[in-house]
């Protein structure tokens, strides 16, 4: 039975780099540290328990070469380094717009 695959196109706008949680400074990445997509692997159980538990993504779609640098997200409940190829369900932006809350 031959697999259909599906191509993936690239994911961009709602990333970590343009999250309220993270870091501004950011830091060379070294490319071992990288999964296929250019996003970071947890490193440990603790870490991993945290990602799971935020949906802590890489977005599919992008090569290994779109993370170049590194930033540390901040979110208590991430406390990782995350690439611009990341995202999690506590993702904000200030800009985001919520129709249930009053301006």
């Given amino acids: 039975m ?3 695959e599906k191509k993936m196109e690239k994911v961009t ?4 780099y343009n999250c309220i949680f ?3 400074q950011e830091k060379a990445v070294d490319p071992k540290e990288l999964n ?3 996003g970071i692997d947890p490193r440990n159980k603790d870490e991993l328990a945290r990602a799971k538990k ?3 993504i ?4 992008g090569p290994k070469a779109d993370a ?3 930033r540390y997200c901040n ?3 991430i406390k990782m380094y995350v690439t611009v190829r990341m995202c999690c369900a506590y993702w904000d932006n200030a800009g985001v717009k919520r129709p249930w809350k009053s301006t």
Avoid: H, R
């Fill in 75 to 77: 979110n208590e409940q």
């Fill in 22 to 24: 993270v870091a501004d």
């Fill in 2 to 4: 031959v697999k259909n």
């Fill in 54 to 56: 935020a949906d802590l």
């Fill in 68 to 70: 170049t640098t590194k």
């Fill in 13 to 16: 706008g709602t990333n970590c």
């Fill in 58 to 61: 890489t977005l599919p779609g």
């Fill in 36 to 38: 296929e997509e250019g």
